[in-house]
């Protein structure tokens, strides 16, 4: 089994909003994303991955949501998650298939729990609700209902260097 190459592009606008001392931040961000890899199966998934997030930042946290547009081209049992190829099931048998549309929408949230700034390092508590929009049988998600939660960390470790640890269910 091999990882898909992937090759990012994006660009983001930030929209600050601000009404009598209020903290207020919009941020729309867009990026692509194409990939392309065997994942065990016979031939190559190819995947393209364009998502539209609009995010709401708020003091210690914010709240984002997620309208994909993915473009997949696999063997059946491999479907795209959040941009990314996945096998879902143990068969990839059968004929190449390709679709084209709307992803799985994603709802999300973070809260900052510990700030590094007053404690060892920072440490975010998330959660997210992934909505069965896309279509199932051409590849674009699960077309299932789906929750997630996780902690996500960072260290910064000198001024060039910051690590990251996440763990998400």
Same mark, same amino acid.
């Given at each position: 089994?091999?990882?898909?190459?992937?090759?990012?592009?994006?660009?983001?606008?930030?929209?600050?909003?601000?009404?009598?001392?209020?903290?207020?931040?919009?941020?729309?961000?867009?990026?692509?994303?194409?990939?392309?890899?065997?994942?065990?199966?016979?031939?190559?998934?190819?995947?393209?991955?364009?998502?539209?997030?609009?995010? #709401?930042?708020?003091?210690?946290?914010?709240?984002?949501?997620?309208?994909?547009?993915?473009?997949?081209?696999?063997?059946?049992?491999?479907?795209?998650?959040?941009? #990314?190829?996945? #096998?879902?099931?143990?068969?990839?048998?059968?004929?190449?298939?390709?679709?084209?549309?709307?992803?799985?929408?994603?709802?999300?949230?973070?809260?900052?729990?510990?700030?590094?700034?007053?404690?060892?390092?920072?440490?975010?508590?998330?959660?997210?609700?992934?909505?069965?929009?896309?279509? #199932?049988?051409?590849?674009?998600?699960?077309?299932?209902?789906?929750?997630?939660?996780?902690?996500?960390?960072?260290?910064?470790?000198?001024?060039?260097?910051?690590?990251?640890?996440?763990?998400?269910?």
């Amino acid at each position: 089994q091999t990882s898909p190459a992937s090759t990012s592009y994006g660009t983001e606008q930030i929209i600050p909003v601000e009404k009598s001392n209020v903290y207020s931040k919009w941020k729309l961000n867009t990026s692509f994303t194409f990939s392309a890899g065997d994942l065990g199966a016979s031939t190559s998934t190819k995947t393209f991955y364009w998502p539209f997030t609009l995010r #709401r930042y708020f003091e210690r946290g914010n709240i984002s949501f997620t309208v994909p547009y993915i473009s997949q081209k696999s063997r059946p049992g491999i479907n795209a998650i959040k941009g #990314r190829p996945y #096998r879902t099931r143990n068969s990839t048998a059968g004929n190449e298939r390709s679709g084209k549309g709307i992803g799985d929408l994603v709802l999300e949230g973070r809260y900052l729990l510990f700030d590094e700034g007053q404690e060892a390092f920072n440490l975010t508590g998330m959660g997210g609700i992934k909505r069965r929009t896309a279509d #199932r049988d051409k590849g674009l998600g699960t077309g299932e209902l789906d929750n997630t939660f996780g902690a996500e960390t960072t260290k910064t470790l000198s001024e060039l260097w910051t690590g990251y640890m996440d763990l998400y269910y």
